[in-house]
C-alpha cells in the first residue's frame, strides 16, 4: 500500500508541497500495490519487473563502534525473481574496484510498502518500492578484511540483514536503487549458544555494504542516536503462506496506534557508553483486525534489549536516490499476535524481527501527515507461544513469516 506520510518540513516548503501534490494522475507511472483490503483478505500484488542494477558502492567495517575502514566496492544485482506473493529472490556480487570479486549469494525479498516522493519538489514523482533483505552471503576470496569478514575462512556463509529499494523515475522512465547490507559483530552473529555459525571470530567488529555511494552523494559513516514518537500510518501483513508462486498474498492490516521511544544509547560490541552507535527503542503498534506486536527485554539470555537500532551513517545530498538519508539497522525480540490465524483464533508468536529505519531523504507527499523516520520489519525467527522456543536463533536466513512497516513522528 502507498506510504501515507509526509515529511515535516519547513513553512517555506509547504507551497511546494501542495503544487507536488497537485500534480496530474498521468504522472504516476505505476500506482498501489493493491494490497489493501478487508481484515484476513486474499490480495493480489501490484509490482512492475525490476531491472538488472550495477551500482558504486562502498564497504564500511566498524571496530568498538569506530569507523575502521570504508573501502570502494560494486554492487552487481540481477533482476529480482519472484519466489512468492510479494516475495523475491536477486544474485548479488560485490567487487573491489579492482574488480575482484569480494562476497557473492542470493538475497531474499520481502516487499513491504511503496510510496511516491519527489526528488525535485513540484517536478514529475518517482515511485520507490522497498524490500526487507535476508541473505547468507559466501566468498571465493581467502583475503579478509574490510570487504569479506573473517568467519567466512570457517563457515561457507555469513549472515547479512538489510533493505533494497527500487526507485522509478517517471519523467525519464529511469532506475535508481539502494542497498543496506550490515553483518553485526560476534554477539549477534556467531554466539556459540545460540548461532548457527558459532565461533569467535570478530568480537569487536561489524561490517556492512551500502550503495549507491558516490562523490557526488557519499554515504557518511556516524554513530547517530536514533529517535522516537507516535507511530502511525501503513501497517502489518501475514506473509507465512504466500508461496508457490502466484497464490494471494494477505492483505495489509492498518496500523491503529503504536509507540516508538529510545530507551538509552551506547556501544554494543564491546559494551560502552562511547560511541553510542547502537539504540535500545521499544516499539510496539495494534492494529484494526486485532493484531498487535510490541518489542520485549529478553536481555540478557538474548543479546537485544527489546529492539536496538545500529547506526550506519547517512547519505548527504540530493544528487541521486535515495537523496539525504540516515539509517539504522534494525534487530530485536517481539511478541506478535497474528488476529488472522488458520483456526479463527488470535495467536500470540515470539519473534526475533530485523529490518532497518530509515529519516529524511526526498520529499515524500502521500497523504495529510506529517513524518519522515520509517520503521520496516520482518522475522528471522518465530515460534507460537506454547512451542519449544530453540535455538539457534540466529547467523542464517530463515523463512519469514510477519513483516511490519510503520512511520513515527
Known amino acids: 500500500m502507498f506510504r501515507t506520510s509526509l515529511p515535516l518540513v519547513a513553512s517555506s516548503l509547504a507551497a511546494v508541497a501542495l503544487t507536488a501534490l497537485a500534480a496530474p494522475a498521468s504522472a504516476q507511472c505505476f500506482g498501489p500495490d493493491n494490497l489493501a483490503g478487508p481484515c484476513c483478505a486474499p490480495a493480489s500484488a501490484n509490482l512492475p519487473a525490476f531491472p538488472n542494477m550495477t551500482l558504486p558502492g562502498t564497504t564500511i567495517c566498524w571496530d568498538a563502534c569506530t569507523v575502521g575502514a570504508q573501502q570502494c566496492n560494486q554492487v552487481v544485482l540481477n533482476a529480482p525473481i519472484q519466489v512468492g506473493c510479494a516475495e523475491y529472490t536477486v544474485d548479488f556480487q560485490s567487487l573491489d574496484c579492482a574488480g575482484n570479486a569480494q562476497l557473492k549469494g542470493s538475497l531474499h525479498l520481502d516487499y513491504t510498502r511503496t510510496w511516491e516522493e519527489y526528488q525535485v519538489p513540484g517536478a514529475a514523482p518517482s515511485q520507490v518500492w522497498r524490500f526487507l533483505v535476508k541473505a547468507d552471503l559466501g566468498t571465493s576470496s581467502s583475503l579478509f578484511g574490510c570487504q569479506v569478514p573473517s568467519c567466512l575462512g570457517t563457515h561457507p556463509t555469513a549472515f547479512y540483514e538489510g533493505y533494497l529499494d527500487y526507485s522509478f523515475e517517471c519523467a525519464s522512465a529511469s532506475w535508481q536503487s539502494a542497498l543496506v547490507l550490515f553483518h553485526g559483530c560476534d554477539k549477534y552473529q556467531h ?203 540466529f547467523g542464517v536466513a530463515r523463512p519469514s513469516h510477519h513483516v511490519v512497516h510503520v512511520n513515527s513522528l
Open 191 to 393: 554466539d556459540p549458544a545460540f548461532s548457527a555459525r558459532p565461533g569467535s571470530f570478530h568480537p569487536t567488529r561489524s561490517f556492512a555494504i551500502v550503495a549507491p555511494h558516490t562523490t557526488a552523494n557519499p554515504f557518511v559513516p556516524a554513530p547517530l542516536p536514533a529517535s522516537g514518537g507516535p507511530v502511525f500510518g501503513d501497517g502489518m501483513r501475514d506473509i507465512s503462506a504466500t508461496s508457490p508462486p502466484g497464490t494471494a498474498c494477505r492483505s495489509v492490516e492498518t496500523l491503529a496506534q503504536g509507540n516508538l521511544f529510545p530507551l538509552g544509547s551506547a556501544c554494543a560490541c564491546p559494551f560502552s557508553f562511547f560511541p553510542p552507535q547502537t539504540t535500545a527503542r521499544h516499539l510496539d503498534g495494534f492494529g484494526t483486525c486485532g493484531s498487535d506486536f510490541r518489542s520485549i527485554n529478553a536481555f540478557p539470555t538474548v543479546p537485544w534489549f527489546e529492539m536496538m537500532s545500529t547506526s550506519l551513517g547517512g547519505w548527504t545530498t540530493g544528487a541521486s536516490y535515495p537523496g539525504p538519508e540516515k539509517v539504522w539497522i534494525e534487530e530485536g525480540t517481539f511478541l506478535h499476535t497474528e488476529a488472522c490465524s488458520a483456526t479463527g483464533v488470535p495467536q500470540l508468536y515470539v519473534e526475533i524481527k530485523i529490518g532497518a529505519s530509515t529519516e529524511g531523504g526526498f520529499l515524500a507527499v502521500t497523504g495529510p501527515v506529517g513524518g519522515d523516520k520509517f520503521t520496516d520489519l520482518v522475522d528471522n525467527y518465530s515460534r507460537p507461544l506454547g512451542t519449544p522456543v530453540t535455538p539457534p536463533f
